[in-house]
């Protein structure tokens, strides 16, 4: 069964320094998400993106973070300057339809520790 | 008025048990309904998406009741594998953005 996979599973970086989280979508779909789940809270989403654009993104995607899809499979988040408070899991998603009827599928995630 | 709310737990059943949970959301334009299932550090996984007649998958029943804003799941029969947080999760259409509710934690006891 095809399935979403992120890399690294950790990262543990110091405040202030620049990451890169990785993620394969399911190789036929279209669109790509990025969710961050802080430890004890529920699931937010930051960004979609779709046709090599961002389609919408939540108030705490902000201008430190983007994100590319630099060939044909991977997706990545990239973090400028990480905050303390950028700790948590991210999980990549992707799906096949744009009618919002159709499954979100999530990779394992990243564990983000910033020191 | 939480976006999607939902009893956070914990549900203590013994095995065998019908356990059912609920979830109201605030967007009345919202379009696709879900129930995910998280277990503890890993990602969520669709359970089952949740259609306005209802339905049924296997042991799992999911409800919509579009003018009360309201979702339900009920389990029937739990095992002791079905002990996991349960994510209410809702489409609020325009876009493919999810909105998840904080989740409902079932520990299902021998």
């Known amino acids: 069964e095809p399935e979403v996979t992120q890399t690294p599973s950790h990262q543990v970086t110091q405040m202030g320094q620049e990451v890169i989280l990785r993620c394969v979508p399911i190789?036929?779909?279209?669109?790509f998400y990025w969710y961050r789940q802080i430890l004890g809270q529920k699931v937010e989403f930051l960004v979609s993106?779709?046709?090599?654009?961002?389609?919408?993104k939540s108030e705490i995607f902000d201008d430190q973070f983007s994100v590319e899809r630099p060939d044909g499979s991977n997706f990545t988040l990239k973090i400028r300057s990480t905050k303390l408070e950028d700790s948590a899991m991210y999980f990549c998603?992707?799906?096949?339809?744009?009618?919002?009827?159709?499954?979100?599928?999530f990779g394992p995630g990243t564990r983000l520790l910033v020191l | 008025r939480k976006e999607v709310e939902q009893d956070p737990g914990p549900f203590n059943v013994p095995e065998g048990a019908t356990v059912a949970f609920n979830c109201t959301y605030s967007?009345?334009?919202?379009?696709?309904f879900f129930w995910y299932r998280q277990d503890c550090r890993k990602e969520p996984k669709l359970l089952m998406s949740?259609?306005?007649s209802g339905n049924e998958d296997g042991r799992f029943t999911a409800q919509l009741n579009r003018a009360s804003q309201y979702i339900s799941l009920l389990i029937r029969d739990s095992k002791l594998s079905d002990s996991a947080t349960y994510l209410c999760?809702?489409?609020?259409?325009?876009?493919?953005?999810?909105?998840f509710g904080t989740g409902t934690q079932l520990k299902v006891e021998l």
């Open positions: 993106f779709y046709n090599n654009e961002i389609s919408e």
């Open positions: 999760v809702v489409n609020a259409g325009g876009g493919n953005k999810l909105t």
């Open positions: 190789s036929n779909h279209l669109y």
């Open positions: 949740v259609y306005s």
């Open positions: 967007n009345s334009a919202s379009q696709s």
């Open positions: 998603a992707s799906s096949g339809d744009r009618a919002g009827q159709e499954t979100q599928y």
